[in-house]
């Protein structure tokens, strides 16, 4: 039975870090992975996403260059490493694989995690 089990969201002041981390089980192929966010009152927002073989990732405008997504294969793990955290970057963090593409949109990703939540003070 496929799963994605997210960990790692928390309470951290604005400036901090945090590393969120997705076990996936029951795939053996590398799929497309991605991280979406929902904040209070907002749509799902899709913020990170990587290729099967690691080679491509991408990223929304509003987490370049701050947030790095990456997959350890051997681990069956994808992590999500958020730094210069903001107030508005607190929200409801979801893992999420597809079999279709890596466009940040929920209709290319057919598997979700439960999420965890992120919370940024200012």
């Known amino acids: 039975q496929f799963q994605l089990a997210e960990s790692g969201g928390g309470s951290v002041q604005a400036g901090g870090s945090l590393r969120l981390s997705c076990v996936v089980s029951?795939?053996?192929?590398?799929?497309?992975m991605a991280w979406f966010r929902q904040g209070p009152g907002k749509e799902r927002e899709g913020i990170a996403s990587?290729?099967?073989?690691?080679?491509?990732?991408q990223y929304a405008d509003s987490v370049k260059g701050r947030f790095t997504i990456s997959r350890d294969t051997s681990k069956n793990t994808v992590y999500l490493q958020m730094n210069s955290l903001r107030p508005e970057d607190t929200a409801q963090y979801y893992c999420?694989?597809?079999?279709?593409?890596?466009?940040?949109?929920?209709?290319?990703?057919?598997?979700w995690g439960q999420g965890t939540q992120v919370t940024v003070s200012s």
């Open positions: 029951g795939v053996s192929d590398p799929i497309y």
């Open positions: 990587i290729s099967p073989n690691n080679a491509r990732t």
């Open positions: 999420a694989a597809g079999l279709t593409g890596m466009a940040l949109v929920t209709g290319n990703f057919q598997f």
